[in-house]
C-alpha cells in the first residue's frame, strides 16, 4: 500500500451557528420595529385610547405668613402610652 499525504484537520474559528442566531434575532427585532411602528401591533403608548385624562384641581391657598398658628394648623399627634 502506498504512502499518503498528511491529513490536514481544520480547528480554527468558530462555526456558522452564532451567525445563524444573530441574523434571526435581528430580523426578528426589524420585524417587531416595523409592526409596532405601523400601527399593526398596539402597546398602549400610542394615539391615545380614549381615556380622559384631563383633571380639575382646586385651588390652593398659601398660608400667609403673618397669620399666628393655632391648633387647628397643628397636626394632631398620638398620647403618649407607658408600658405596662
Same mark, same amino acid.
Given at each position: %500500500?502506498?504512502?499518503? #499525504?498528511?491529513?490536514?484537520? @481544520?480547528?480554527? #474559528?468558530?462555526? @456558522?451557528?452564532?451567525?445563524?442566531?444573530?441574523?434571526?434575532?435581528?430580523? =426578528?427585532? =426589524?420585524? *417587531?420595529?416595523?409592526? %409596532?411602528?405601523?400601527?399593526?401591533?398596539?402597546? *398602549?403608548?400610542?394615539?391615545?385610547?380614549?381615556?380622559?385624562? @384631563?383633571? @380639575?384641581?382646586?385651588?390652593?391657598?398659601?398660608?400667609?405668613?403673618?397669620? &399666628?398658628?393655632?391648633?387647628?394648623?397643628? &397636626?394632631?399627634?398620638? &398620647?403618649?402610652?407607658? &408600658?405596662?
Amino acid at each position: %500500500m502506498a504512502d499518503r #499525504g498528511p491529513t490536514v484537520i @481544520n480547528t480554527g #474559528g468558530s462555526g @456558522n451557528g452564532g451567525w445563524a442566531v444573530a441574523i434571526i434575532v435581528i430580523a =426578528v427585532v =426589524v420585524i *417587531g420595529g416595523l409592526l %409596532m411602528f405601523t400601527g399593526v401591533i398596539d402597546i *398602549g403608548g400610542g394615539k391615545g385610547g380614549g381615556a380622559d385624562v @384631563n383633571v @380639575n384641581v382646586p385651588a390652593v391657598e398659601t398660608p400667609s405668613a403673618d397669620k &399666628p398658628a393655632t391648633s387647628a394648623d397643628k &397636626p394632631a399627634t398620638a &398620647p403618649a402610652t407607658t &408600658p405596662q
